[in-house]
């Protein structure tokens, strides 16, 4: 239970941070977008589905898999900027959509706040 809250901390934290920016705009770099291609197959796999969810606006399985990746063990400075990065943009995008009535959006948030996945045992 602890972990969970921690972890829903840590992404609202995050939320938060980036609601407080005022109007900066996050972007996904170049570098960012080359940081996994010398991962191992099944992080880059991870990483590569969730650029695509987060390209088609599916924001919560894109929030999920950064998450996810966030808590990935050994993920070298650049991955972990690169997940950063992205995560901040697609929060603020969705934050973005959400403020201008997009339904699916504010479901996402909704979910991503009570969905956090805690960390297994």
Do not use: H
Request: hydrophobic share 45%; aromatic share 6%; proline share 5%.
């Amino acid at each position: 239970m602890k972990e969970r809250l921690f972890a829903l901390g840590l992404f609202v934290s995050a939320v938060l941070l980036l609601a407080g920016c005022g109007g900066d705009t996050v972007k996904v770099t170049g570098a960012n977008l080359e940081a996994f291609n010398n991962a191992p197959p099944e992080i880059k796999q991870k990483w590569d589905k969730a650029l695509q969810d987060d390209k088609a606006n599916n924001y919560a399985a894109a929030g999920k898999a950064y998450f996810e990746l966030l808590r990935t063990p050994n993920l070298s400075p650049e991955q972990l900027q690169a997940v950063q990065n992205a995560a901040a943009a697609l929060n603020q995008k969705m934050y973005e959509a959400a403020d201008k009535g997009d339904a699916a959006a504010q479901k996402a948030i909704d979910e991503l706040r009570t969905g956090v996945p805690t960390r297994p045992r």
